[in-house]
């Protein structure tokens, strides 16, 4: 490796989704969350694995390393958390008992701890958390120019900012603090649903389609006083985040009729319509703040990230609105994203470097953010013979055929090839696929491979050229992270469910794909092309040739409570252990046998969390 080449590597930790990234001369060269390798859902602790990871897919060591830097400033949100301590005190003991030791021990000696993790010896330099927000948003764009709108539940004071990207420059201009959080406000009542705050907020998006926003105006009426340009203010006496222990309290049960959903226990309208009622919220928040952005920029291209911009649904609408013309999201919108983000701010904002990759050509720079570890054929054939597996070596034409004739016939398939994802979604590296035109798929993939709720969606994936014919779209996306209506061309004549409310809804037929058929006509879309995953887009092609549909259901590679599969070992681990029919690893395509059928294990048995 050239020397003379300046090498950085970005660090996000110690909330949730903790990842590491690297650059070299200001390209993406690695980037990988933590969970991945320790198999810990969500896993907050230091990254070493995942800067382990990152020096070892460049080949070097990490005193070849230039800078290391910290997403955010400890030291600001050490001084946040003082100053909300103080200005409750003393209801908020409870939380100062629990969370101030960790601060004393950890967060607050953030650059010892990253030396004695990383063997890193010069200064470690620290990014604001919305600035590592805005560069993961800006920089990787197509766009030599765009306004930016960040949004999540807090970095050290600010919940969500706008600001504008030109060339190699950032400028924030607009800041909204906490307590005060679009983010912080989904979480709420991802909590008051009985879901897991930081991962069930997907839950959340996805029931809300089964409900009735008919709470929507008592929230606007007490909850949040949202003005015409998005600014808002949250009503704190409702919310219980700042000094207790729960994100809600008694008022905020009083004001809904109850006390906090039950988790695991049946869902009732009640939540449906709730869900329905916070996610029009979201979005009639995010639309106004939107439409400041482009007021003030005068910018036609929007860029994205934190959090919130992980709310396909949302981004759909803003794109559907015409206020830009173009929107990019950053596909590891979360914490995880803030890695990156780090180090890009400090390539182009602290060493001052102009922008090389992605806008020149229009395309982004994210590689398809397929950023993570891959696997060469001799290392999977190995673990398969470990693992006593039979398996028969295809090359890449007869894999495609064979899995897309396997997937038309009514398999579900394991797909493990390249390298792993960068955020949240699988996007056709470490993914399950299944038939969209089979009306059962939905629920047999949920109940007996995904062992999840019944009410979630699936994604569609669809060849990039021949996504206006099957979505009422002609936008590219490529990370799933835009809703698009099914094309009318498509859906059923006929849905007979006029008279149908919450879950009966999913029986009936919606269109030609009714497996990727939202019960609001939607599909959390991806886009696929040739020229970023090859082997994925021929399976497309293999499987429209057979059917006439060039579509296919694209969920994660894992089952509910375990991160997406990582290592060859992940992935025959989850396809053993679910009702999985096939295993298409690198080269090699593995059928289920009858005995291992009968060994597959759900997840209460093996041990598994249930969310």
């Excluded at 090389?356 to 891959?374: A, E, H, T, V």
């Excluded at 859906?491 to 990727?516: T, Y």
Aim: charged share 25%; proline share 4%; aromatic share 10%.
């Amino acid at each position: 490796m050239n020397s003379k080449k300046i090498k950085i590597i970005g660090v996000s930790a110690f909330y949730h989704d903790s990842a590491a990234a690297l650059l070299i001369d200001g390209e993406i060269i690695a980037a990988a969350q933590e969970e991945r390798f320790t198999r810990i859902k969500g896993d907050s602790s230091f990254p070493r694995n995942s800067v382990e990871y990152c020096l070892t897919e460049a080949g070097l060591k990490i005193g070849d390393i230039d800078h290391l830097v910290f997403y955010d400033k400890p030291i600001l949100k050490f001084e946040r958390l003082l100053e909300t301590y103080l200005a409750i005190a003393p209801s908020g003991y409870r939380s100062i008992v629990r969370g101030m030791p960790i601060w004393l021990k950890t967060k607050l000696w953030l650059e010892r701890i990253i030396t004695k993790e990383t063997g890193f010896e010069k200064s470690v330099l620290f990014a604001e958390h919305h600035e590592s927000h805005s560069a993961s948003a800006f920089y990787p764009s197509p766009f030599e120019s765009a306004a930016i709108l960040t949004v999540d539940g807090v970095g050290e004071w600010a919940t969500t900012c706008i600001g504008r990207g030109v060339g190699s420059e950032i400028e924030l201009t607009h800041q909204i603090n906490f307590p005060h959080s679009l983010g912080l406000l989904y979480s709420a009542f991802t909590y008051y649903l009985g879901f897991k705050v930081n991962s069930g907020e997907y839950k959340l998006m996805g029931l809300a389609p089964y409900g009735k926003s008919r709470y929507a105006q008592k929230i606007f009426d007490n909850l949040i006083d949202l003005k015409p340009d998005g600014s808002f203010r949250l009503n704190m006496e409702y919310f219980d985040y700042l000094g207790g222990l729960t994100m809600t309290n008694k008022r905020f049960d009083k004001l809904f009729d109850g006390a906090p959903h039950r988790p695991e226990t049946e869902l009732t309208q009640r939540e449906m319509d709730l869900a329905s009622s916070i996610q029009q919220v979201i979005e009639e928040a995010l639309l106004r703040l939107a439409k400041t952005a482009r007021k003030e920029t005068g910018e036609k291209n929007l860029c994205l990230a934190g959090g919130v911009a992980l709310n396909c649904v949302a981004n759909g609408k803003i794109l559907k609105s015409g206020l830009f013309e173009n929107i990019w999201i950053q596909p590891a919108s979360g914490d995880a994203g803030g890695a990156l983000g780090a180090a890009l701010a400090i390539w182009h904002r602290y060493l001052g470097k102009e922008r090389k990759f992605g806008q020149r050509d229009k395309k982004d720079s994210m590689r398809g953010s397929l950023l993570g570890p891959s696997f060469n054929d001799e290392k999977i054939v190995a673990t398969l013979k470990a693992k006593g597996i039979e398996f028969e070596r295809l090359d890449a034409s007869e894999l495609t055929r064979k899995v897309a004739a396997h997937i038309a016939g009514g398999a579900v398939v394991g797909w493990f090839q390249g390298r792993m994802e960068y955020g949240p979604r699988a996007l056709g590296a470490r993914s399950i696929l299944g038939d969209p035109r089979n009306s059962a798929m939905q629920s047999r993939m949920n109940l007996k491979i995904k062992y999840r709720e019944s009410f979630r969606p699936f994604a569609p994936v669809v060849k990039e050229d021949a996504v206006a014919d099957w979505f009422d779209t002609d936008r590219p996306s490529p990370y799933m992270l835009l809703v698009a209506d099914v094309a009318e061309s498509k859906l059923s004549k006929e849905p007979n469910d006029s008279a149908a409310v919450g879950f009966d809804l999913l029986k009936s037929i919606r269109s030609e794909i009714p497996a990727v058929t939202h019960v609001d006509n939607s599909a959390r879309l991806q886009t696929t092309t040739r020229a970023t995953n090859e082997l994925y887009y021929d399976l497309l092609s293999e499987f429209g040739k057979l059917t006439g549909c060039p579509v296919l259901i694209n969920t994660s590679f894992n089952v509910r409570g375990e991160p997406i599969v990582c290592t060859p070992e992940d992935a025959l681990e989850c396809f053993l252990n679910t009702e999985i029919d096939f295993l298409a690893i690198g080269s090699f395509l593995c059928a289920k046998t009858e005995s291992q059928r009968g060994a597959a294990r759900k997840p209460t048995e093996r041990g598994l969390p249930l969310d």
